[in-house]
């Protein structure tokens, strides 16, 4: 479709007006930060829809004295042809900008093709997107010459907890490590004092229409929905692709997979695989579900209450995930053909660094025999002796024996594990 440049400026206009008053309100800094912010490699930030990438991008560049910015979350910019109307339009209401931020790029067709230009032309380019195939492999085959890339997930619970401005106790970082849990690390609703469970529910709904449906033109939006509640409602146990057509509307086995996958990309849902050092037997067994975030199970899943326990294991999945995703480790839960079981193997290159279990409730005398014993287990068979059970709120390092195998297991809470990461 074709804009004239005046048409394009308008719609930049209005973007600017937007971006001036989202760099006046409230920001809590991230964790992460540019390395390299003034080099010519692309910076690439990738993360959930509304993780907060467009203001930590932004709040980046203000210290640059200026730069331009698009953002791709339009429909008209996303329906033209003529990207040469979108940098003169730029150029004008930015006036010829050295640095310059193109926001939800995954959204314009050829957007690659786009951003290479542009780097050949001079700019000093960062790229945000809500795809997960806009991770390094992805990249690699997209773009030319070097860029850096940051994953932004929503609040860490260390970045929640910058929300108020006092010091902490103990106590209090434990109370909030409870609100944590229930609502999740979106920033908006937190900063913006809005209700999370509205705003989750419909943010969901924005991406599965949006981000999905829309995107790869499914017909029926029934089959993708059931599949998404009935996964959320679900966490952090295992599933097999029978199982999910029973409990959906989709009709086979590849449908369900497809979905599971376009779940996965838009930062909804994510799977671990089941360790094996045999590949077909990790590709055959079946797979465990975990959230992006917490407070989507809150707002989405069909329990009144889910399962505390369920949610420790959620976020530690969601740690291990974004290190994952980040090329550090690779994540597995192991289970033998007793049905003992270790909610995450943590292997670094070809080693097992760490065997971990999440128990809330481990003061519960045949619960930590359970879960010692499956460690000991796991920990003979996949030669590792880091083994860790982070609880609710015991913490020790204890020799413990079973069947005449003795290893020390450290035990700690959940909330000194996060504020560690």
């Given at each position: 479709?074709?804009?004239?440049?005046?048409?394009?400026?308008?719609?930049?206009?209005?973007?600017?007006?937007?971006?001036?008053?989202?760099?006046?309100?409230?920001?809590?800094?991230?964790?992460?930060?540019?390395?390299?912010?003034?080099?010519?490699?692309?910076?690439?930030?990738?993360?959930?829809?509304?993780?907060?990438?467009?203001?930590?991008?932004?709040?980046?560049?203000?210290?640059?004295?200026?730069?331009?910015?698009?953002?791709?979350?339009?429909?008209?910019?996303?329906?033209?042809?003529?990207?040469?109307?979108?940098?003169?339009?730029?150029?004008?209401?930015?006036?010829?900008?050295?640095?310059?931020?193109?926001?939800?790029?995954?959204?314009?067709?050829?957007?690659?093709?786009?951003?290479?230009?542009?780097?050949?032309?001079?700019?000093?380019?960062?790229?945000?997107?809500?795809?997960?195939?806009?991770?390094?492999?992805?990249?690699?085959?997209?773009?030319?010459?070097?860029?850096?890339?940051?994953?932004?997930?929503?609040?860490?619970?260390?970045?929640?907890?910058?929300?108020?401005?006092?010091?902490?106790?103990?106590?209090?970082?434990?109370?909030?490590?409870?609100?944590?849990?229930?609502?999740?690390g979106y920033p908006e609703p937190l900063v913006e004092n809005l209700n999370h469970k509205d705003y989750l529910l419909n943010l969901l709904n924005s991406i599965i229409y949006k981000d999905i449906i829309k995107r790869f033109k499914i017909r029926s939006a029934r089959g993708i929905e059931d599949l998404a509640s009935y996964l959320i409602s679900n966490i952090a146990k295992d599933y097999s692709y029978n199982t999910l057509i029973q409990a959906t509307k989709c009709k086979?086995?590849?449908?369900?997979?497809?979905?599971?996958?376009?779940?996965?990309?838009?930062?909804?849902?994510?799977?671990?695989?089941?360790?094996?050092?045999?590949?077909?037997?990790?590709?055959?067994?079946?797979?465990?579900?975990?959230?992006?975030?917490?407070?989507?199970?809150?707002?989405?899943?069909?329990?009144?209450?889910?399962?505390?326990?369920?949610?420790?294991?959620?976020?530690?999945?969601?740690?291990?995930?974004?290190?994952?995703?980040?090329?550090?480790?690779?994540?597995?839960?192991?289970?033998?053909?007793?049905?003992?079981?270790?909610?995450?193997?943590?292997?670094?290159?070809?080693?097992?660094?760490?065997?971990?279990?999440?128990?809330?409730?481990?003061?519960?005398?045949?619960?930590?025999?359970?879960?010692?014993?499956?460690?000991?287990?796991?920990?003979?068979?996949?030669?590792?002796?880091?083994?860790?059970?982070?609880?609710?709120?015991?913490?020790?390092?204890?020799?413990?024996?079973?069947?005449?195998?003795?290893?020390?297991?450290?035990?700690?809470?959940?909330?000194?594990?996060?504020?560690?990461?």
């Amino acid at each position: 479709m074709h804009y004239n440049i005046i048409m394009v400026r308008d719609i930049l206009i209005l973007q600017k007006r937007e971006l001036n008053r989202e760099l006046k309100e409230r920001y809590i800094p991230r964790d992460a930060k540019f390395k390299e912010l003034k080099s010519r490699l692309i910076k690439v930030v990738i993360g959930p829809r509304r993780a907060g990438k467009s203001l930590f991008s932004m709040h980046s560049l203000e210290k640059t004295g200026g730069f331009g910015y698009v953002n791709f979350d339009d429909e008209k910019l996303v329906e033209m042809t003529d990207y040469n109307e979108i940098i003169n339009a730029m150029n004008s209401v930015y006036h010829k900008p050295k640095y310059l931020l193109l926001d939800e790029i995954q959204n314009l067709a050829k957007w690659e093709l786009f951003v290479n230009r542009l780097r050949r032309q001079g700019y000093n380019l960062i790229i945000t997107g809500s795809n997960s195939k806009l991770l390094s492999s992805e990249l690699a085959t997209h773009l030319t010459g070097r860029y850096s890339q940051i994953l932004l997930f929503t609040f860490s619970f260390k970045e929640f907890l910058k929300f108020g401005d006092q010091e902490l106790t103990q106590d209090e970082i434990k109370e909030r490590l409870n609100s944590y849990l229930e609502l999740g690390g979106y920033p908006e609703p937190l900063v913006e004092n809005l209700n999370h469970k509205d705003y989750l529910l419909n943010l969901l709904n924005s991406i599965i229409y949006k981000d999905i449906i829309k995107r790869f033109k499914i017909r029926s939006a029934r089959g993708i929905e059931d599949l998404a509640s009935y996964l959320i409602s679900n966490i952090a146990k295992d599933y097999s692709y029978n199982t999910l057509i029973q409990a959906t509307k989709c009709k086979s086995v590849h449908t369900v997979e497809k979905y599971l996958n376009y779940l996965e990309e838009s930062f909804i849902l994510f799977k671990l695989n089941r360790f094996s050092f045999k590949f077909k037997e990790q590709v055959n067994s079946p797979k465990k579900i975990y959230c992006f975030d917490n407070g989507f199970i809150r707002a989405k899943a069909f329990k009144i209450s889910a399962d505390i326990g369920k949610v420790y294991e959620n976020t530690v999945a969601i740690q291990l995930k974004k290190l994952e995703l980040e090329g550090k480790i690779s994540v597995f839960y192991w289970k033998n053909q007793q049905h003992q079981e270790v909610d995450f193997v943590v292997k670094e290159n070809i080693k097992v660094k760490q065997l971990i279990q999440v128990c809330y409730d481990i003061k519960d005398l045949n619960t930590k025999k359970r879960e010692i014993r499956s460690l000991i287990q796991a920990s003979q068979e996949l030669k590792c002796r880091n083994l860790l059970v982070i609880t609710n709120d015991y913490e020790a390092e204890t020799q413990e024996k079973w069947f005449g195998v003795k290893r020390k297991i450290k035990f700690i809470p959940l909330w000194k594990w996060l504020l560690k990461r």
